[in-house]
């Protein structure tokens, strides 16, 4: 199976017709976007949580020795922080290229930490797909972040990129300092 979800992703119309689309992120979406966008806010969604269990392979790992980057997990009573962004629908080609290591788009409920909730977009890589590499202990997942890089740099650059980027956003995410945390205190990032 391949990893690619570019033509998957392509034939998602739930959006079709609309000019504008809300889209939620989550990992290296809240520091780095680079595509153009009519407005951003910081949000959060209900019932998923962020863990590190999503092979990259073409960003922050290799083909060989892929990284590890954040996707999300079916969590009752969790609330995820992140930032929504308000695109028009041509710039999906470049979040579905961006987006295509195993990550498939879902329509999602997107609450604003201004008020007011839109259905948007999310990107997520569930379990099974042909990146998952699934949980591990904290210990593991940074001693694997710590290793890895890519063609985007090192795994452990995004890691910390997403940990900073919450920290400014007023977040706690247990799962990502955590991770933080040992990398900073056994690797010296």
């Given at each position: 199976?391949?990893?690619?979800?570019?033509?998957?992703?392509?034939?998602?119309?739930?959006?079709?017709?609309?000019?504008?689309?809300?889209?939620?992120?989550?990992?290296?979406?809240?520091?780095?976007?680079?595509?153009?966008?009519?407005?951003?806010?910081?949000?959060?969604?209900?019932?998923?949580?962020?863990?590190?269990?999503?092979?990259?392979?073409?960003?922050?790992?290799?083909?060989?020795?892929?990284?590890?980057?954040?996707?999300?997990?079916?969590?009752?009573?969790?609330?995820?922080?992140?930032?929504?962004?308000?695109?028009?629908?041509?710039?999906?080609?470049?979040?579905?290229?961006?987006?295509?290591?195993?990550?498939?788009?879902?329509?999602?409920?997107?609450?604003?930490?201004?008020?007011?909730?839109?259905?948007?977009?999310?990107?997520?890589?569930?379990?099974?797909?042909?990146?998952?590499?699934?949980?591990?202990?904290?210990?593991?997942?940074?001693?694997?972040?710590?290793?890895?890089?890519?063609?985007?740099?090192?795994?452990?650059?995004?890691?910390?990129?997403?940990?900073?980027?919450?920290?400014?956003?007023g977040h706690h995410d247990?799962?990502?300092?955590?991770?933080?945390?040992?990398?900073?205190?056994?690797?010296n990032a």
């Amino acid at each position: 199976m391949s990893h690619n979800t570019i033509e998957a992703n392509q034939a998602m119309d739930k959006f079709d017709g609309h000019h504008q689309v809300w889209l939620f992120g989550y990992g290296s979406l809240i520091y780095k976007a680079d595509f153009p966008f009519v407005e951003r806010r910081p949000a959060h969604i209900f019932g998923w949580s962020r863990r590190f269990w999503q092979g990259s392979h073409d960003h922050r790992g290799t083909p060989e020795a892929p990284g590890r980057v954040a996707t999300l997990v079916p969590a009752e009573g969790a609330v995820c922080h992140g930032m929504a962004y308000l695109v028009t629908p041509e710039e999906f080609a470049h979040l579905d290229h961006r987006e295509k290591n195993g990550y498939l788009r879902v329509a999602i409920d997107i609450h604003f930490e201004s008020g007011g909730v839109e259905e948007g977009l999310i990107y997520i890589a569930a379990a099974g797909n042909a990146a998952w590499l699934g949980e591990a202990s904290v210990e593991e997942i940074a001693r694997h972040i710590a290793s890895a890089a890519g063609p985007s740099g090192p795994n452990a650059e995004y890691l910390l990129s997403l940990a900073a980027a919450l920290r400014e956003m007023g977040h706690h995410d247990e799962h990502v300092h955590a991770i933080e945390a040992y990398i900073s205190t056994h690797f010296n990032a």
